[in-house]
């Protein structure tokens, strides 16, 4: 499928325009019928989009005519989002408190005629452009290709098991580990332990379909096999479409022609596919690669392999994946990693010189040389590098590239593209997901879940593919003109030691949804009208000030995430505990060197609390309180340096019936961890390091069902207690899926 991003964006735009609280406002101002034209005109035109991006490197002036309509949809995104903080305005004034203050917030925000005349211009300028730009697209005679919104994924051609061997570079220690895992015996194996599957996973370009079709040639594979059978699967798991696949690619291993065979079985049912293709592999030695498979739920899986399960016992299936889900599925999996930089330099010769030429152009190669660093090992960014350059010997061009090349090429923005797919769900929810899909796909490394945050790598690409999207974002110190970026919905100004104070005209970013002030010692307390910012999410600080005034922060109804860095004068969080912050879902507490205590029962929500090197800190943390004391609804805790703490405090037992991951760091004085109760069966992750005189575990550890994951490092004794085989521990603990145990 050709580019779908200006196709997303109208897809993004036209459910802002479908929007009831929209409607409302667009009546108020008089221009209900001009957006209603504007989505008409849209639909029409997104309908076009994706034939429009197909054709669009072949027609300069249809280029040109994309650029306008991303023009025209971006001013209309800003106009619906003046609409937006225009209904939170509303609803702001009639949230707020007396009717004086209702008079003063609205007066001083908006002025309801001005903002109305100047609405009803622009939305009937856009009109106006987007009918234009619709009548002009006429003249391209595209063809309307209209899908459901969805995640794209770019389809890839079937594949085939031909390789030329000389054009495949830096892959023999690759080829030779594999050829290993395919001879017998191979101790991991599927089903009835008749079957072994080895799955080799990497990022899209690194080459897993090239060093599979290196394998299937070599001449050892031919020693192995009775059979070899090659089989391109990519997106469509379809059993049906398989089982044709492979009765056809055995059928041509074993004879001259299979073309009649071909047209025979197209029209055979599963039943008789079935029995087909058991009569060909039966009592056979065969090795079947499944290359480029993108998904398989498990029961198709399972149902193929019950298929394939009638050759010898030394059979093999390989299979080529860049989803590490996917692959985990079948097995234990071989990770293809990038080539290193002498076999990207041989790589990017081969494909940018005649043989032999590059000898003549040294100072072309000293280039070639800074360009294959770009392409961080990947074999496909190095040959269509290569290949761009090819024969072209004019130095100019190659600095053009090295300096101006795809790195550098304008990248499409999907800031703003990530939406609710429905009014309750949260937007943090949706990412996670992309988040996951990222990692299944190989482009994160070293992932690690801690439940309540991810820790990853990106690949070296995708890092400089981010970092080019956002450099024009980057806000060096903070004008008063910030007030001028009213669409503004993240600010991170870190590590700023020249900041006293904020400028009052912050107030007016009514869009803002996360500030982070983290390192900037030298701000002396937030300002008054702090609690204006009624959209703020996550807000994470460094101050000089003593405490957090409730009164201001009673506003920020929709504040899920609080973090306090480095406030080295703040004794207590909060100045009084009357009211209840019922929106927060996660608070981290990190360097606040004077902080004693603070009370956790006016966080009837709290899901995550961390709290790190507070030495003052006092971990009773004033849990009964004035008010009703509530059951915890914690699921992950972080604890770190408490040396005067002998023994966890009790109200950990009392999330006992929610908490997920419990981590506790550098407790020197822990003697004893609490006996876990019973009803403690949601535990999955518990981390325990740096705490030496922690002898023993709780004697009900084994009622922890749900525990998936055991870390302890320096622990000395207790470690020695849990070592397998032979620990004193080790039968409690056995059973858990990861365990890690010795120094960190």
């Known amino acids: 499928m050709a580019e ?6 109208a897809n993004s735009l036209l459910g802002k325009l479908t929007s009831f609280a929209l409607e409302e406002v667009a009546r108020a101002c008089y221009v209900y019928d001009d957006l209603q034209g504007i989505k ?3 639909s029409i035109i997104r309908s076009l989009l994706l034939d429009a991006e197909e054709k669009k490197n072949q027609r300069p002036a249809l280029r040109e005519w994309l650029r306008q309509i991303q023009d025209i949809c971006d001013d209309a995104d800003d106009v619906l989002d003046e609409f937006r903080l225009q209904l939170k305005l509303k609803q702001d004034v009639e949230d707020s408190g007396s009717t004086r203050r209702k008079v003063r917030r609205y007066v001083s925000s908006s002025n309801p005629l001005a903002f109305r005349f100047r609405m009803a211009h622009q939305i009937k300028d856009i009109r106006g452009r987007l009918n234009k730009a619709a009548a002009d697209g006429a003249r391209f005679a595209l063809v309307t290709i209209d899908v459901e919104p969805r995640l794209a994924v770019q389809s890839r051609e079937m594949t085939h098991s031909h390789v030329d061997i000389s054009s495949v570079i830096g892959r023999e220690k690759d080829k030779e580990a594999i050829i290993k895992l395919l001879k017998p015996p191979h101790p991991h194996t599927v089903g009835d332990k008749s079957l072994c599957v080895i799955p080799i996973v990497g990022i899209g370009g690194l080459g897993k379909t090239t060093l599979a079709k290196f394998l299937f040639n ?6 192995l096999f009775q059979l070899k059978m090659w089989v391109s699967v990519s997106e469509d798991f379809d059993l ?6 492979v009765i056809n690619s055995a059928s041509a291993a074993s004879t001259a022609s299979s073309s009649a065979h071909q047209k025979n079985i197209d029209h055979l049912d599963i039943e008789q596919l079935q029995i087909d293709l058991r009569r060909k592999l039966s ?3 065969f090795l079947l690669v499944l290359d480029d498979i993108w998904n398989v739920a498990q029961e198709k899986w399972i149902e193929l392999i019950a298929l394939l399960q009638v050759g010898t016992s030394k059979s093999k299936i390989m299979v080529t994946t860049r989803n590490k889900s996917v692959a985990s599925m079948m097995g234990p999996y071989y990770v293809l990693e990038g080539l290193d930089r002498e076999k990207c330099l041989s790589l990017f010769v081969k494909w940018a010189f005649r043989e032999g030429k590059e000898e003549k152009y040294p100072n072309l190669v000293e280039i070639g040389k800074e ?6 090992g990947v074999p496909l960014a190095v040959r269509t590098l290569g290949s761009s350059l090819f024969s072209n010997f004019d130095l100019h061009k190659w600095e053009f590239v090295r300096d101006h090349g795809l790195w550098n090429s304008e990248m499409k923005k999907a800031l703003g593209l990530v939406q609710p797919r429905n009014g309750s769900e949260k937007i943090e929810s949706i990412l996670r997901e992309y988040i996951d899909e990222l990692n299944s796909r190989s482009f994160l490394e070293d992932f690690k ?12 690409l995708i890092h400089d593919l981010a970092i080019h999207v956002v450099r024009d974002y980057f806000v060096l110190t903070l004008p008063t003109s910030i007030a001028k970026l009213k669409h503004l919905c993240v600010l991170y100004i870190r590590d700023n030691h020249q900041i006293k104070t904020l400028p009052r005209s912050i107030f007016k970013l009514q869009s803002l949804q996360v500030l982070s002030l983290v390192g900037c010692t030298e701000l002396e307390t937030l300002p008054e009208g702090f609690g204006k910012l009624t959209s703020l999410r996550k807000l994470y600080i460094t101050t000089k000030q003593l405490f957090l005034s409730l009164d201001e922060f009673a506003s920020l109804n929709h504040l899920q995430v609080l973090g306090l860095y480095n406030c080295e004068n703040m004794k207590h969080l909060v100045s009084g505990a009357e009211t209840l912050f019922t929106s927060l879902e996660a608070l981290y507490i990190q360097s606040c060197k004077s902080l004693e205590s603070f009370p956790l029962y006016i966080f009837p929500k709290l899901q995550t609390l961390v709290i790190k090197d507070c030495p003052m800190f006092s971990l009773s943390l004033n849990y009964e309180g004035p008010i009703r004391r509530q059951r915890l609804r914690l699921k992950h805790l972080h604890l770190k340096s408490f040396p005067q703490l002998l023994k966890l405090p009790r109200w950990i037992e009392d999330a006992a019936e929610t908490l997920e991951t419990l981590k506790i760091r550098k407790f020197p004085n822990l003697k004893m961890l609490p006996e876990f109760p019973t009803l403690m069966t949601h535990l999955k992750s518990l981390y325990i390091d740096l705490c030496p005189k922690l002898l023993s575990l709780p004697s009900d550890m084994h009622r922890l069902t749900a525990l998936e994951e055991l870390r302890i490092y320096r622990c000395p004794e207790l470690c020695q ?7 004193e521990y080790w039968p409690m603990i056995g059973r858990i899926k990861r365990i890690s145990i010795g120094k960190h």
């Open 4 to 9: 779908t991003f200006l196709f997303d964006v």
């Open 40 to 42: 008409d005109t849209l």
């Open 218 to 223: 070599d001449q050892r594979i031919d020693q």
């Open 240 to 245: 049906r479409k398989i089982v044709i696949k």
């Open 283 to 285: 009592g056979k030695t």
């Open 371 to 376: 360009l294959v660093e770009k392409c961080a």
């Open 449 to 460: 879940d801690y439940g309540y945050y991810y820790k990853f790598k990106v690949h070296d």
């Open 721 to 727: 207690k849990l070592r397998p085989p032979s620990g």
